[in-house]
C-alpha cells in the first residue's frame, strides 16, 4: 500500500495540537506528499497560519474551507475538529518522514 490516509491525518493532527511542529515536519514533507487531495489543502492552510505568525486550530482554518468543494465533501469545518480532537499517538517527525517515503513510492511506481 503506497498511502496511508490514517498517517495523513494523524500528522495532521499532531500539526494542530502542537502549531510549533510545522517547522520540523516541513523539513521533510510538502503538501504534494499526501496521497488525499483535502489532506494536502489542511497541511498547506496549517503552514501557512503558522508561518504567518497565527494559530492554526480548526476555529482559525475553518475559513480557509468554507468554500473548499474538496474538505466539505469529507467533512468540512466538522473534519477540522475531529482532526483536531484526535489523540497523535507516535512522533510527528516519524510520522512525515514514513508519509515522505510513501510519497516517493509512488511517484517511483508512476513514473
Not at 15 to 26: A, G, P, R
Not at 88 to 103: E, H, I, M, T
Request: charged letters at 25%.
Amino acid at each position: 500500500m503506497l498511502h496511508n490516509i490514517e498517517l495523513e491525518a494523524e500528522l495532521l493532527s499532531h500539526l494542530l495540537f502542537d502549531n510549533q511542529l510545522v517547522d520540523k515536519i516541513t523539513d521533510h514533507v510538502a503538501a504534494t506528499d499526501f496521497s488525499m487531495p483535502h489532506h494536502a489543502r489542511i497541511f498547506t492552510a496549517i503552514c501557512s497560519e503558522v508561518m504567518q505568525g497565527g494559530t492554526a486550530n480548526a476555529i482559525t482554518l475553518k475559513s480557509y474551507f468554507d468554500s473548499e468543494d474538496d474538505v466539505k465533501a469529507f467533512g468540512g469545518a466538522k473534519y477540522l475538529a475531529e482532526l483536531s480532537g484526535m489523540m497523535p499517538f507516535g512522533g510527528a517527525v516519524d510520522a512525515g518522514k514514513q508519509l515522505a517515503r510513501l510519497a516517493r513510492r509512488r511517484d517511483m511506481q508512476s513514473g
